[in-house]
């Protein structure tokens, strides 16, 4: 079987009978089998993925199926599956079956998605190399001994490896689109609200998002049409009405004013060959027809702080819940109550997700609360501020993805300020809240994979989803 971009090809070839959805599912399950050295996977669900993909494919046949019909999807494991577990990567909640579906799963399963299984990625979200998960590091299906990015590791190689058609991540500071740009794939990260985050695992409530990682720009606006929308259970989701995304794609494009951030390009800690990729992607762009402006954004240098000290905060106070009592790992020998949330946590939890719980509960600690957590947050009003200003004058807004291509397993993870720096890109669209997208260049000398990010105002993610799709067809 070749490898499927887009669901249209997929569902083109189930109506005509040359391909039946369980065979398809078939072979998803031989590719994971084959590239299992990449780590991708936590767990495959082949019993309820082979029962859903049998009364799909009935459906499907009917004519009665639903949008997402022949799609087989995995789940980043920190998004809860009725009756599957689900572990956010990490020894804490290694047995924990989740209790109800989150509602990304509900509407995925309501338009008739295969669900495959959950995929690895670093614990509670914390990292940007998939190197802090339990389960170890994801491999980079480019070169194995290179990094799948994080957090959303395993759902960016799974896309990459063909081991799915398409997958769910989380992306916080950036983990859908930095794997996504590791891997070649295009990562959408939706406006802050725009998809619920119920019975999504929280790492920073005020950041969480759900995104998508996708061969096609196609698959990525029929996710988000079907994922968007109001729920009942998460307060902080728009009720904006959701658009067709899927038929704003179809539509003439006008030219669009984009601004590329120049600090961004002129940072020395960007690579050369990202560098070079950007700027040949910029004449592309203007060739097209849009008008490109360079622009300075004297902020930068405020991103990563600002991100590093709000999100802590946040991680902190989400992530007492873990205490070996009202869930997840249980020391066995303590003597006394104390003892017993001391050990479990500290057994429980990795070492990244300490250094963010002590560096969080820190910024929030009466001596320091001005100092640091408020003060993060007036910067990150004043972020907004500039961005929106920024927006005003133009459509979109251009960088960088990441610094560099994948980088080595085992390369930066030891210093813990090497990896919070790679995230100055995308943690401008977290901060904000605005929407930004991934979207692959090619490949650099070594064969790997090279991206850039595009940027827009909340909500306007059916002109972000235009212009990648119009770059790449023409590109
Ligand atoms: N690398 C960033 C962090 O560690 C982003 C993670 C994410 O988006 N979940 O916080």
Known sequence: MKKYHALEEIQELIASKELSLPDLLEYYFSRIETEKHLNAFNEVFFYSAREQAKLVQEKMEKGTAGKLAGMVIGLKDNISYLGHKVTASSKMLENFVSPYSATVVERLLKEDAVIIGRLNCDEFAMGGSNETSYYGPVKNAADPLRVAGGSSGGSAVAVQADLCLAALGTDTGGSVRQPAAFCGCIGLKPTYGRISRYGVIAYASSFDQVGTLTSSVSDAALLL???????????????????????????????????????????????????????????????????????????????????????????????????????GHRNTEAK????????????????????????????????????????????RMLIRQKMETLLESYDVVLTPVAPTAAFKIGENIQDALVMYMADIFTVLASLTGIPAIAIPLGNNKEGLPLSLQLMTKHFEEAALLSLAESFLKKG
Do not use: C, M, W
């Open 225 to 327: 049409e079907v994922l968007a929308g109001s729920d009942e259970h998460d307060s902080t989701v728009s009720t904006k009405q959701v658009p067709a995304y899927t038929e704003a794609l179809k539509e003439q494009l006008k030219p669009q004013r984009i601004a590329v951030l120049k600090e961004t390009l002129e940072n020395e800690a960007v690579d050369p060959a990202v560098k070079a990729a950007i700027l040949d992607a910029i004449e592309a762009f203007k060739q097209q027809g849009h008008t490109v402006d360079y622009v300075s954004f004297d902020l930068l240098d405020y991103l990563v702080p600002a991100y590093y000290v709000l999100t802590a905060a946040e991680a902190s106070s989400n992530l007492s819940r873990y205490d070996g009592v009202h869930y």
């Open 336 to 379: 006394n109550l104390n003892e017993l949330y001391k050990l479990s946590r500290a057994e429980g939890f990795g070492e990244e997700v300490k250094r963010r719980i002590l560096l969080g509960t820190f910024v929030l600690s009466a001596g320091y609360y001005d100092a640091y957590y408020q003060k993060a947050q007036k910067v």
